[in-house]
């Protein structure tokens, strides 16, 4: 796909919509996820490393984050996600998946202990 910013509009008789993407047209793919699962609250993984310090792709999660909550209508938090990709792995590993053949499910399933995490979090302090 060639690389650009996109523009779509939906025009109406009484409004004109008009989005516009980055040049790999992501913000466009993030807006269209809101507006359809309308979250109420937004999470991003901050990767660290084991003695807590920010690892270098921490700045990144959190331009991110920082994106996100200019995107969105609810709060973005940033959580630390470390191991949530070694126990995602571990987890397809030992459900019979091909960590080979399942490498894109990984990204995936570390966002789902993302949730677990800030989920028992959030039960402990209730």
């Given amino acids: 796909m060639q690389r650009g910013r996109r523009i779509a509009f939906d025009y109406g008789d009484v409004r004109i919509g008009v989005a516009v993407c980055d040049p790999d047209g992501i913000l466009a793919q993030i807006s269209q996820i809101l507006a359809e699962y309308e979250p109420i609250h937004i999470y991003v993984g901050k990767p660290s490393h084991m003695d807590g310090r920010d690892s270098e792709s921490a700045a990144k999660a959190s331009t991110f984050a920082k994106m996100l909550s200019e995107l969105a209508t609810c709060p973005v938090t940033l959580v630390d996600e ?37 989920r028992t979090k959030d039960e402990n302090f209730q």
């Fill in 82 to 118: 470390r191991l949530s990709t070694v126990t995602a792995t571990r987890n397809l590993r030992d459900s019979g998946v091909n960590i080979k053949d399942a490498r894109a499910s990984i990204d995936q399933a570390a966002a789902v202990e993302i949730l677990k995490l800030k």
